[in-house]
């Protein structure tokens, strides 16, 4: 593998390579540009940053100056250990981004260009939340008391706003179907709560502009106002729609907020548990994509695919198809299960955890 000669200025002078941390950073600037130029999407830029930031410091730990194709494979391997294929697969993705960059440049061969994407198995069959356990999510909401919420006295004035901000998040995402990263975004000022329909505006995943309108249902306008006038009264009315209210009030609640909000909720509705070791067991199957997931199932078991593509802003319906198939696989399956179980007389009514939508 040919790895980057000295530089050689005008005046014949041999100058140092440079080092692989400038390489990255001029290839991070490289993708801010782009991002200024409509040519990428901020979050992208994000996420790859973020892998970045894992590799240097895998290289850094192993003393390694000049990586080769051999150490991308290894970087992978040790991701492995405690990463999904779907996460350690954006890993790779953005070191092939990085070094066919400095390829291109002529500072770095692209090393990462023979290592191997991981299978990502999405045909598995999926569980999906059906109505009765979205209810009994929000119902857990309101069981958490104020003091569990408040980490001191003086944060027990704020318990009550968290408590309807959980509440209008969870039917936010229930209502409209939004991503993750859709939420994570919004802002007060993209709410219409009183045009016919109400509606939110949102900036879907590849966007650079909250640029997409979802509708909001009766009952959620109603929980989000009550939401929004609790958060005027302690002195937080604008900026990001969902917010911390503890320990740092008014700061825009990341991805892992919003998941952790969710998967606490599903633990105490007794729907998710934890293992022996205390971690929550599979919590993407009982996160917010699992909210996004049932908005979507009980939308096109009602009218259809082309209603669950519109709901979920997918631009092709395999998508939306696929993602039904597999929700309608688990369902086959749980029938399946308790008709042959022998303990009981065979039945063909669908049972609680797979009820009709």
């Not at 970045?52 to 730990?61: F, I, P, Q, S, T």
């Amino acid at each position: 593998m040919d790895l980057p000669a000295p530089i050689v200025d005008p005046a014949g002078a041999l100058q140092a390579a440079p080092s692989h941390a400038d390489l990255l950073t001029l290839w991070l600037a490289s993708l801010e540009q782009d991002v200024v130029a409509g040519q990428r999407s901020a979050a992208t830029v994000t996420s790859y940053r973020s892998s970045v930031r894992a590799w240097v410091a895998w290289l850094a730990r192993g003393s390694i100056s000049r990586p080769e194709p051999r150490h991308v494979t290894e970087f992978l391997a040790a991701a492995g250990t405690h990463r999904a294929p779907a996460t350690r697969n954006r890993h790779l993705h953005a070191l092939r981004s990085c070094y066919r960059w400095t390829e291109n440049q002529g500072l770095y061969p692209a090393i990462a260009r023979s290592a191997r994407s991981l299978v990502v198995h999405r045909d598995d069959p999926l569980p999906c939340f059906t109505r009765s356990q979205i209810e009994a999510v929000l119902a857990a909401v309101d069981q958490i008391s104020e003091a569990d919420r408040a980490r001191s006295p003086a944060e027990t004035d704020r318990a009550g706003v968290t408590r309807l901000r959980d509440l209008a998040l969870i039917r936010v995402m229930f209502g409209t179907g939004l991503r993750l990263i859709s939420l994570v975004r919004a802002d007060v000022e993209h709410l219409d709560l009183d045009s016919d329909p109400p509606t939110i505006r949102h900036q879907p995943k590849g966007h650079i502009a909250a640029d997409a309108t979802a509708m909001l249902a009766a009952g959620t306008v109603a929980c989000l106002r009550e939401y929004l006038a609790e958060r005027a009264a302690i002195g937080l009315s604008g900026g990001p729609l969902w917010i911390s209210l503890h320990a740092q009030p008014g700061l825009r609640l990341t991805a892992w907020s919003m998941r952790r909000i969710v998967t606490r909720a599903a633990e105490r509705a007794g729907l998710a548990a934890r293992g022996a070791d205390g971690r929550l067991l599979q919590p993407r199957l009982w996160g917010p994509h699992a909210i996004r997931r049932a908005a979507a199932t009980i939308v096109t078991d009602a009218f259809g695919l082309e209603a669950g593509q519109a709901l979920l802003n997918h631009q092709s319906i395999d998508t939306t198809r696929r993602a039904y198939v597999r929700v309608q696989h688990w369902r086959l399956l749980e029938r399946a299960r308790h008709t042959l179980d022998l303990g009981t007389p065979p039945t063909a009514t669908p049972v609680a955890n797979v009820e009709s939508t």
